[in-house]
């Protein structure tokens, strides 16, 4: 039995008294696509040292990423995985009624990018198109949404994942560099009479904002970036490590037991934790506090790095792929971090008809 | 203590016998990634959860078990 503090911890809101849930919702596949260019952490070597990079491989775990090249975007790997996703499912283009793209590093600053994807699939004009700007809390954001866009009356949603950190990050900044990789990816969801509800979880901690921020690029200029570090340019990604390391502590704990308590089960009937791959450390710690062990808690953050709002369908279609493809699974997807924004999904999967991965 | 000394001597890559209140973080590369680990450390053996930047100002092991003292009480 592991401790659960009697009180909220700071930054954490108790839910609504039943919880967020949506029923009649079915998960039918998921695509993921890698860019081609894989870094080692030899790579590294040269910028950071052995040593250097090893103190930081310890913590984060990450020893492979994979990078777009110049020119690639996360639309790009999310077209490939979409159009994929489709083909597998032999659900026609005008079959879809909404398509969702959850990323921080869109192509342009408008129009949304989901409406660029919307043409490139050649999907129906009676298909609504919209971005969500969440990172790593974003793939849990975008299964609410769906969710809600079905229950509201939609029969098939595209959900498109997708973020390419690596042209976010200092070259220099050891923290980051290592850390984050590239991935796009694309999740059906359709209309299900009669399926089980997904329990959800959501919560936002603004005064967190300022602890993994890009301050440049945006409207507000000069930007409010006061605590970014001298040397770092304002279009790079700015982290303070251990303050999000915290939030972690306080928030995954506690929202993983909450959203189990909204749905009335016990931590031993989840077959898997699906949490967002923010660092290996983190994620073993997390596992262990919730008495998890790792094989139902899975990680593959030493081979992708963190993939932002990718990183849970990338487990997904990764080292869940054969079993979520014959067997009925019951998992929780967790994703937190920039924001502070945070989610949990409790669903109960029916064999989905594709969980692959494939490369640019 | 000795869980905690023991995270300690693992996180500086030290021999445990060498930990005690008055060992010096500092002058053992007291870097963020050393922060890091002694925040789940602390929260593994205690339970608890200390802020960084408050154990970022922490010199000795002494400081860092007074810090875990006062979240114990908080």
């Known amino acids: 039995m592991i401790a659960v503090p009697t009180q909220p911890a700071q930054g954490v809101q108790a839910g609504p008294p039943q919880g967020l849930a949506v029923a009649d919702v079915h998960l039918r596949g998921v695509v993921s696509v890698l860019p081609s260019r894989r870094l080692d952490n030899a790579d590294f070597e040269t910028q950071f040292g052995r040593d250097g990079v090893a103190d930081v491989v310890k913590m984060i775990g990450v020893e492979t990423r994979y990078w777009v090249e110049n020119g690639q975007t996360a639309s790009d790997l999310c077209f490939l995985a979409a159009q994929r996703l489709l083909a597998r499912l032999e659900w026609p283009p005008d079959s879809i009624d909404a398509l969702i793209f959850v990323s921080q590093t869109p192509d342009q600053r408008l129009?949304?990018?989901?409406?660029?994807?919307?043409?490139r699939l050649g999907l129906s004009t009676r298909?609504?198109?919209?971005?969500?700007?969440?990172?790593?809390?974003?793939?849990?954001?975008?299964?609410?949404l769906a969710s809600l866009l079905i229950q509201g009356g939609c029969g098939r949603v595209l959900l498109l994942a997708g973020e390419t950190s690596s042209r976010l990050i200092d070259p220099n900044d050891r923290a980051t560099a290592l850390l984050f990789g590239d991935a796009g990816t694309a999740s059906a969801l359709e209309r299900s009479r009669g399926a089980p509800p997904i329990h959800f979880v959501l919560g936002t901690d603004g005064a967190g904002a300022g602890n993994l921020i890009v301050s440049g690029g945006g409207f507000r200029t000069p930007c409010d970036d006061a605590r970014r570090p001298e040397g770092l340019a304002e279009e790079h990604l700015f982290m303070d490590g251990g303050e999000v390391f915290s939030f972690t502590l306080r928030a995954v704990p506690k929202l993983v037991l909450e959203t189990l308590a909204n749905a009335g089960l016990e931590r031993g009937s989840l077959d898997a934790l699906l949490l967002h791959q923010a660092n290996r450390f983190m994620l073993r710690h997390i596992a262990k506090k919730l008495g998890l062990p790792e094989a139902r808690a899975p990680i593959n953050i030493d081979r992708y790095g963190n993939t932002s709002s990718a990183s849970i369908p990338l487990l997904m279609t990764t080292d869940l792929a054969e079993r979520l493809m014959t067997e009925p699974m019951r998992v929780?997807?967790?994703?937190f971090g920039v924001g502070y924004s945070w989610g949990a999904a409790l669903m109960a999967l029916d064999p989905l008809a594709c969980a692959e991965t494939l490369a640019a | 203590m000795s869980a905690f000394y023991d995270g300690l001597a693992e996180i500086f890559e030290i021999d445990a016998d060498n930990i005690s209140p008055e060992f010096d973080l500092v002058a053992h590369n007291w870097d963020s990634l050393a922060i890091v680990s002694t925040i789940a450390l602390i929260?593994?053996?205690?339970?608890?959860?200390?802020?960084?930047?408050a154990l970022a100002k922490c010199v000795t092991v002494a400081d860092v078990e007074a810090l875990i003292h006062l979240a114990a009480a908080a």
């Open chain 1, 332 to 335: 929780m997807a967790v994703g």
């Open chain 2, 43 to 53: 929260d593994e053996c205690y339970d608890k959860l200390v802020e960084g930047s």
């Open chain 1, 127 to 144: 298909c609504q198109a919209f971005d969500v700007g969440l990172g790593c809390s974003g793939y849990v954001y975008g299964l609410w």
């Open chain 1, 111 to 119: 129009p949304a990018t989901a409406c660029v994807l919307h043409g």
